[in-house]
């Protein structure tokens, strides 16, 4: 099959290699000229029959949101783009509807995998109409993990749902990693534990708690046991501050995500104004020491 | 080898019959004489060439204090008893104390894998001395998965490492079924996912949250797509309140562990002393209707 | 001085009666015929000479809107509007906006202080221009509480600025509520505590968590010790998940207010579907005993 | 009335001020002789005439235990002896039985008022016999504060039930000042709020979040408006940590007060090895950029 990929960054680049290792011709357009097939995204529309497929795999927000205009204004009824990137859900119907003015139908897909699904395959949750969906199968069996197709795929519903789904598979990580990151700090203080690193290790076969995010962080622990290299910041890419608020919206209580994102918010704090705000308090009531802000802000001595 | 196996209880008898699979002589005791292979504790060390191992799979507290007491009666030096239930780490150095008295050696192993272990193994996390670990590593070696031994066993550490290890392993749980639970939960409350169970399933491979818990909700929703046969009711069973414990001992932050065990404790809750406190604070000052207890909890009407 | 209040409701109402005992003159409007001064808001804005200044005190949203729209058709260039209700502060910008293209000037009013405000004053926190807000300050002050008028009354800045200032102030009132309700349960749970209303009724003088809300608690709990006329059923009004929007919008850790929120959230689940989904993921891995859900809801047994 | 008091450090010193302003007889001991009434606890205990009553103001733990010890031998039949320091309610029991041995009475009392006790009065919570706390009522009528006896004084319980409730006070009052710091953090991240230390004032008077916690915090922001001179690093003194140990004892889901002190525990790590973790993992699936280490913890550079 034939389809044109927008986007070859660390995602849409590895994305490439394995839709053409599955045998379909793909032509990627991306502004970096060295990884990019076509001179510009007209080329690329160019080089593809009709009726087209083209993926999208560009930041969210208005670098996506872009290209679906340069799209639409570039492909014709009957083509189908597909959005693949991390767009917010609720951006999806927009991007629906100014397609569906130009005869273009639109699929909103979640793609999860990271860098590992070059060769383990991406899990997919896919939303709008059937027919479509149907029309795209071949690109979808191509990314996803071989095995049975309902265990790496699922047409989730309506334009919207792929990328709801991802974002709740989002929201979900943030408190898979928290809980590991919590039990390995716990680990790590108490002296009892003399092997940490062995601990999660064995951890990996057996165990309730097996998952492939524990995979990763045995390998993490493999390279630098006790992570020495690393600072604990921890940005975060929206989908995890979606979903918190797509729980609000639906009076879904949500301690454990949202907890792990502001766990992330945290980590970013040079230092915290709440923080500071309750050891104004202590030292107000009860004369507690405070530590007065130094003249760097590593080496406040202790009053 | 040839080994005594006190407690045939869920894991137990699960845990008897992977060890003779893998050609060991298993004399197990149990109260439940239907079961056991012996008639009594004393039986049941009578017939063990020493030196023996016992393990221990009886429940925690009292019962595994008393079979320790008993077994410190009938073994002999040289002896080795494994604790493997899920005693608190705390105890077992008391537990060791007492048999170090009679020349008896204490291993604590903390087990996971549920009703799944016999067919699959079982992770194992082990404290004690090392002598001894090795002694008994043909048994852990039958219990544990296939595959590298260090993907399902670990030597944690001194006495108490074990159980330690096993009780971080349960908060983390607590905090991924929790994590898992709440996205469930959303994506069910907003109507644009269409097929939840769907969804889930695509997620079992590739994606960043596979794992075997989401293997086995799978495998819940499958039997009941709604769960509509459960109450959302859900017990602990002590190593979760534990490891909040630990934390506080060690100044770990542990939001979201401990978010996994409120969430556990409200749900047991047929109404909320706190949530009624509210209620009567937001009547207080503002007047707002409150929701009057009714003669029956159920049907308190609206004010 | 004289003014329009539109909005004759648990707020409205009082408020008038407050601007009245201070010499203003308020011709007051609201649908319901029975409590309005004025038939209609036109014949309200007919009464008053310009320039004028009219309050409005209805619900959030749409019928503040639609006020806020037939207000700019009624009054004339220099007249006032001051939104007193619980507006969202991102839709002030839209109100001032629609209200300037008439030359009528706009203020953000947050009002804190509930059924108490008549007698005791309101809080105020006001959004907007300088010089509207000097010329608004009569019945500012005859709103605020008695004392110095920087502890009832803040300019806090421009447009939006009192209807952010009145989110937090709820969102921290979620969490204050949440703290005594906690710490209300636990001392209830403990048998140690023989009168817990007398304790809380000795923490309203002297000690560091006295507080107004502590005060209404213990008024609570004079009329009803056990609160068992109350449900623990907690609605919420909007401000508390808007805090919480405001906080991920500016990466600012809200654990507290957060929990609050979701704690009011769960109150008001028969069942909880997450709970459910724990359950049935202790049920898949361990054979854990669940409760199914019976013929009625509360009549579920145990297996 | 005549008693002893041993410890006049922050909280003792202020406490024998004020029992004299009321006119009792105190013979103060501590260590540090510049401030202390007598030379040793025997020269205390020898100028006091009996039935003595002694109240114990030390740090709790070691301290207090040797102190009730050294009393229990110095004091005879009959005398009283109160512990008004921070124990732990758990340890009262085992004081109180020491002492009933020598027939020495016990009450323990929970203190709650801070540096702001000497001039308001102090919040006071007290478990033991009836008939002890009444002939201590003359001391107890003279620390509270001025108003009715049950605005600052509780009679909780029996001997524990004083330092329960104060234990639990301690833990609500973690939770209220996380509630303001989020909010004061929050009003200062947003743009649209100019005047923060206003906003906070003009809450003071009217509004339901007013609270002497509140005062206090204005009254920090008036030394401080931007709380510079602070750095964001709070201890806890331990009842917090009891209370969430309480909570979990009774099952109380305590999700505001355990973030509160989680919050205080993540500000005084210099680097979260939980959110190392989540780099770490972040890095594995996603090649997402992390924060090296740098030569010093302040400078890492984004890779």
Chains 1, 2, 3, 4 share one sequence.
């Not at 032509?27 to 593809?48: H, I, K, P, T």
Request: aromatic share 6%; net charge negative; glycine share 14%.
């Amino acid at each position: 099959m034939q389809l044109g990929l927008v986007g070859l960054g660390k995602m849409g680049f590895n994305m490439r290699e394995r839709l053409r290792r599955a045998g379909h011709e793909v032509v990627g357009f991306d502004r970096n000229q060295e990884v990019s097939d076509a001179e510009s995204l007209a080329d690329m529309v160019g080089r593809l029959a009709a009726p087209r497929i083209v993926w999208i795999m560009v930041p969210h927000g208005a670098p996506t949101r872009q290209t679906v205009e340069e799209l639409g204004d570039l492909l014709e009824p009957g083509d189908i783009v597909i959005e693949g990137g991390n767009s917010r859900w609720t951006e999806d119907q927009a991007n629906a509807a100014l397609l569906a003015e130009k005869g273009v139908g639109y699929l909103d897909c979640g793609v999860s995998g990271g860098v590992w699904g070059l060769e383990n395959g991406y899990g997919l949750m896919v939303g709008g109409d059937a027919e479509l969906v149907e029309r795209a199968m071949p690109v979808f069996d191509a990314l996803r993990p071989e095995g049975p197709r309902d265990e790496g795929f699922a047409h989730a519903g309506e334009v919207g749902a792929g990328h709801f789904a991802k974002m709740v598979h989002n929201g979900i990580e943030y408190g898979l990693m928290q809980a590991y990151a919590e039990g390995y700090e716990l680990l790590a203080a108490a002296d009892v534990v003399k092997d940490v690193p062995a601990v999660l290790k064995a951890w990996t076969r057996g165990t309730v708690v097996r998952s492939w995010l524990l995979d990763l962080l045995v390998n993490a622990l493999g390279e630098d046991p006790e992570l020495t290299q690393l600072r604990g910041y921890v940005e975060d890419s929206g989908e995890g501050r979606w979903t918190i608020e797509a729980a609000i919206a639906h009076a879904v209580p949500a301690p454990v995500m949202s907890a792990a994102l502001f766990s992330r918010f945290a980590s970013r704090q040079e230092d915290s104004p709440a923080m500071k705000a309750v050891a104004a308090l202590r030292n107000q009531f009860g004369g507690h020491a405070v530590h007065k802000a130094g003249p760097t802000s590593g080496a406040g001595e202790v009053k």
